[in-house]
């Protein structure tokens, strides 16, 4: 649907039909046909998925789910295929289209149109005062961005955004460049999915990365699936789900929506399943309040501690005497725990509650699994510290089968923060480059996305630099963010296809085409490989072999190389030219500055890669300042919603992998051929006065400040009572800038205060 000049208007293609109850299956192999056959052709399509997550192969775009030691010929799932299709698609953005189309117009497009318009081949400008973006060479485009940066009064004014899919190589170079340029301001896609996490684990375990492999998982007794959709997200969770069942493991699935991924799954590449009914997953199913996590978890926590009380022996004391601090403080705290309030929070009932905390009693091998539904609230951190509490209790970190998995989205996400991807790096990381390259970076802290927003708004920040990304749509706020980057002197973009950030413009943008990962990247007559570190900390190899969309593309690694000589000139002491030429080069020097990654040339060839180190995993060990594991005490908040209000969470569909739209299914939620959809529970849509299938605006007020997404369908829709659910990046623009996790400040996309009003109301 394009965007009307008065607004987005209703979508007439839209229908609706019964939410599913399995996933996988024919249907998900006939979309995944679909999508690569259509962008790619038969020969391309089995050329390039025969290589996908392969050894010797290429990681995929998609998210960090990780491989299996032993991969069967066909490792991937639909929405993998569909994130290959969208990059390898045969389509070009010519020289004509951007000819035909000024920026005005494309700002008329939504995504899935810019998206579909294909690939982008040579460096495009859009000079001071002119409608329309123009090739360049890149020699003029680094001029630009050069100039640009040079003339800056303040390093601080500039800021430099990576999104996940930047390989190790790209991210280690580019904060470098960054740095000796003389800034800390690398926002990232991370400050707004698990920073949350990262603050929680470093401050109770120490280390602010998941704590099990696979083959936890599939050890595992007991797996908690909390504020997470592995059927659209990260499908092939669930045949980890699949195998751990089959040894012996029970699920509880906790979420808001009822989701088919979460319920059976059927798995696409096994012939007997497709006909079958397929395997059920959840054992227990929570749907929980939005925001209600926290309650629930603390709950459990005063479960245990009342059975433990009475002599269960359920607290493993031997590991909390030997390894914890602080378990007395949370015992007394969770033991003085209000149910009415539990039950509020939550929306659950208190048996409900009591069949989970038996689950939960019956093994010490418990994994909690969580993604975006803990993350993006106001009490996303203290949520997090009391899921590692309940695992800390039953002694189920740094046990096999058992610990913390958020799992992660983009594919490189959690790397490019193991390479210096960081607005608040360490000392030590900034003494260790400093060193390798004499240097003295800067200490102070840089912007992360929410604080790069507001200096770009405030006119702090002048020229925005991303390596990768779609930073309009991923962000919160949509019309204060689009302001912003409205009022900036320069945007760069590095990036593969047109996408909504390519038209939302200040006084000058570029458009600077890199390959994909599918793609050939030959530097100096030598093929190059690059690498990836999943959710598990795996890092491995990944080289593309498709002949590149255009011989003017350069990798990524090349055009940062490239911008920091241009820009640094003699203030750098690194040859820029040599690490772009010889990406073992980058990796020697990775290993002398990253702990973790020694010998890392020898080790990354070895078939699968290697693991990086996880104290708490390997040898119970905490890398907290006391050296010991943090029990916390946190005070639940019950979020307060008026009368007429819902609590309104966004949400992907099926055909969408974070900004990036592929098309306008969710087949599962049963929602076809459009996206402006409102989804809450029919009770809920009566007591509203509302009706299935009417037109409504989304409004929410913070701060003082009226905020309305306009012409959703509401669709009655099994939710927890009182919540909605809305797809970003459409409902972005109800998401308060200012509003942010404590601790972590990311945007609480996952609970926005909102009322439902009909669509020709005026506002307020
Ligand atoms: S689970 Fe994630 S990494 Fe694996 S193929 Fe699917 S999208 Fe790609």
Redesign the pocket.
């Known amino acids: 649907m394009t965007r009307a000049p008065g607004g987005p208007v209703p979508e007439t293609d839209l229908s609706v039909s019964a939410p599913k109850g399995v996933a996988g299956g024919i249907p998900a192999v006939v979309s995944s046909a679909r999508h690569t056959l259509g962008e790619m052709g038969v020969v391309r399509t089995l050329r390039t998925l025969s290589r ?2 392969q050894v010797g192969g290429f ?7 990780p ?1 299996p030691g032993e991969r069967s010929p066909v ?7 569909k ?1 290959v299709a969208e990059e390898a698609t045969t389509r070009r953005v010519s020289r004509a289209f951007f000819a035909r189309h000024s920026v005005a117009d494309l700002a008329t497009l939504e995504e899935f149109e810019l998206g579909k318009q294909g690939r982008i081949t040579e460096p495009m400008w859009l000079a001071p005062g002119a409608s329309r973006y123009e090739p360049v060479s890149w020699d003029h485009a680094l001029d630009v961005v050069a100039g640009h940066l040079q003339a800056l009064p303040s390093p601080g004014m500039a800021a430099f955004y990576t999104s996940g899919r930047t390989s190790n190589e790209a991210a280690f170079c580019y904060q470098l460049f960054v740095r000796n340029f003389g800034t800390n301001n690398l926002p990232d896609c991370s400050n707004m999915c698990h920073e949350s996490s990262g603050a929680a684990l470093v401050e109770t375990i120490g280390v602010g990365k998941g704590s099990v492999t696979l083959d936890d998982l599939h050890r595992a007794g007991l797996v908690f699936v909390v504020g997470q959709n592995p059927g659209t997200n ?4 669930l045949t980890a789900l699949e195998k751990a069942k089959a040894n012996g493991a029970r699920i509880v699935a906790v979420n808001p929506l009822r989701e088919a991924g979460l319920l059976r799954f059927k798995h696409p590449q096994r012939p007997t399943d497709l006909l079958g009914r397929g395997a059920s997953l959840a054992d227990l199913y929570l749907q929980i309040r939005v925001n209600g996590d926290m309650a629930l978890f603390q709950a459990l926590g005063r479960l245990l501690v009342e059975a433990d009380d009475a002599g269960a022996g359920l607290v493993d004391r031997d590991f909390v005497d030997l390894h914890c601090d602080g378990f007395e403080e949370y015992a007394r705290h969770v033991r003085g725990l209000d149910w009415s309030v539990v039950e509020s929070a939550t929306g659950l009932e208190r048996t409900e509650i009591e069949a989970a905390f038996d689950l939960v009693a019956s093994t010490d091998r418990i994994v909690v699994c969580w993604a975006m539904g803990l993350t993006q609230h106001k009490s996303s951190v203290p949520t997090i510290r009391e899921v590692v509490n309940l695992l800390l209790a039953r002694g189920s970190i740094g046990r096999p089968g058992a610990g913390v998995c958020p799992v992660r989205g983009h ?1 490189n996400v959690q790397g490019d923060r193991t390479m210096g991807i960081y607005e608040k790096p360490d000392a030590a990381f900034l003494d260790a480059l400093g060193a390798e390259f004499g240097f003295d970076p800067p200490r102070a802290a840089g912007y992360d996305v929410v604080d790069t927003i507001r200096a770009m708004r405030d006119g702090k920040v002048r020229v925005l630099v991303a390596m990768g990304g779609n930073f309009a749509s991923a962000t919160p706020d949509t019309s204060v963010t689009e302001a912003a980057l409205r009022s900036l002197d320069l945007a760069v973009h590095v990036s593969t296809k047109l996408n909504r950030s390519h038209a939302v413009v200040g006084r000058e943008a570029l458009i600077l085409p890199c390959l994909g990962r599918t793609e050939r990247d030959v530097r100096a007559g030598r093929p190059q490989a690059v690498t990836v570190e999943d959710s598990m900390s795996m890092v491995h190899l990944s080289e593309g072999t498709l002949p590149p969309a255009s011989p003017a593309l350069l990798s990524e690694v090349a055009i940062v190389c490239a911008l920091a000589r241009r820009t640094l000139g003699d203030r750098t002491a690194v040859d820029w030219e040599q690490l772009a030429d010889d990406y073992d080069l980058i990796r020697e020097r990775i290993a002398r500055v990253v702990p973790g990654f020694e010998d890392f040339n020898m080790r990354v060839r070895r078939p699968g890669g290697f693991v990086l180190p996880h104290p708490p995993r390997d040898r119970r060990e905490f890398p907290t300042p006391s050296g010991r594991a943090q029990f916390t005490v946190n005070t639940l908040e019950v979020l307060a919603v008026p009368d007429g209000h819902l609590l309104m969470q966004t949400v992907r569909s099926h055909d969408q ?1 974070n900004t990036t739209i592929y098309g306008l299914e969710d087949r599962y939620r049963g929602i076809h051929g459009g996206r402006r959809v409102v989804l809450v529970h029919p009770d809920d849509v009566a007591a509203l006065g509302l009706a299935e299938g009417q037109i409504v605006d989304i409004v929410g007020i913070h701060g003082g400040v009226t905020r309305r997404a306009a012409a959703f369908r509401v669709v009655g829709y099994p939710t927890a009572r009182g919540c909605c659910a809305t797809y970003f990046p459409e409902a972005n623009v109800l998401v308060p800038l200012d509003s942010t996790a404590e601790f972590s400040n990311t945007p609480t996309s996952k609970s926005v205060v909102v009322r439902l009003v009909p669509a020709s109301a005026a506002p307020g």
Do not use: I, K, Q, T
């Open positions: 996908l997550n990681d995929c775009p998609g998210c960090a789910w491989e490792e991937f799932c639909e929405n993998g295929a994130a990260h499908p092939r969770m594919s992998y």
